[in-house]
């Protein structure tokens, strides 16, 4: 495609700052960059009409801990490491809600509830065990009293006790997004979707390349890519695929607010007298690590298992469907990376399927080491 003169010369033309993705973490970096310099031209570039990786696909979860999870990570990293990215989602939960309004991305602090069968009782037992040395540590992390407790009634089939927390929320995605988007919008920042970005080159300004045959030029550069970061460049950043189901309307859910099982691997909420259940990935960790938004049949059949004999203990009419991409890293790694990759071009990524909750943390992150 031949781009006109306008377009040229004025659409893409004396950009200060160029951000790569309008997902959650591109929008906000873009915000908080215009605030910063409101002089300055920031625009947001990306290959979709907006941020099609995860931040429109997610199960607007606003969560930031659950026991298992918690447990299992203290087997694979540090506990510096591990309460600092639970500190990080915390803080950027607050900062969201703070900065948009709880009624305009509609959230509902219903809490969180982590449910067992007898298949996991040992992690039942286990979380109980560990109650006291977490609820110590995240009082001095988040100034939080007792996030977790332990309750033995539930109303959910085959359920033999839940560690609740009631520091969570739940929010609609769809308006999360849009305000954002708006907000952005009225600050004067252009988002121009269908450029996609392949490479760049740094000589007196960055020129970047786009899949169009059209070069950009920016004094600065910031890949908000997420999950595919590491078609860009060389980073530890792994796309792992989520799939997400919802029930038809159902009089007198089973359930209200926000649950988890096994680890976190299956989540679901209540939305609209409806159930959205996404994950099991842990089914096929092959086949979902792929940037393809794509169904998984094998997983899609677990979800719908699940939601008949765990949820409602009946068969339930599936309306819904799709699948979401994330951005993970290797060996249980979940700190996002917020560097500078060489002097004007900047990266903010691997959000671990946080992204609601870190985005707005990291986005004041990467806009901190440039300005």
Known sequence: MNYSYWEKEYLLADIDFLVVGMGLVGLQTAINLKEKEPKAKVVVVDRHAWGLGASTRNAGFGCFANVSEILDDLENDSVENVYATIKKRYSGLQKLRSKFGNQNIDYQE??????????NKTYLNQGIDSLQGINTILYHELKLDNVFSYRSNNPLPNTIGAIHNDFEGQLNTGKLYDTI???????????????????????????????????????????????????????????????????????????????????????????????????????????????????????????????????????????????????????????????????????????????????????????????
Request: proline share 2%; with cysteine.
């Open 110 to 119: 219903l809490g969180s509830c982590e449910i067992f069968t007898k298949d």
């Open 181 to 371: 988007y708006e907000y952005t919008q009225q600050l004067g920042v252009k988002l121009y979707g269908g450029i996609e970005v392949s490479t760049w080159d740094k000589t007196d300004k960055i020129k970047v390349q786009t899949t169009s045959n059209y070069q950009l030029s920016t004094k600065n550069l910031i890949l908000c890519t997420n999950a595919f970061t590491s078609k860009l460049i060389d980073e530890d950043v792994t796309p792992c695929r989520g799939q997400v189901i919802v029930s038809e309307r159902v009089e007198n859910l089973p359930c209200k607010g926000m649950y988890m099982y096994d680890s976190g691997y299956y989540y679901w909420r209540d939305i609209n007298n409806r159930i959205l259940l996404g994950g099991a990935r842990n089914m096929d960790i092959d086949g979902e690590t792929s940037f393809e938004l794509a169904s998984n049949e094998t997983i899609i059949t677990e979800l719908h298992r699940f939601m008949n004999e765990q949820i409602f203990g009946r068969e339930i009419v599936i309306e819904y469907q799709w699948s979401g991409i994330m951005g993970m890293g290797k060996d249980h790694k979940k700190l996002p990376i917020v560097k500078e990759l060489e002097p004007n071009i900047f990266l903010a990524a691997r959000l671990g399927g946080m992204g609601v909750a870190l985005s707005a943390e990291v986005a004041e992150e990467v806009v901190g080491l440039m300005i």
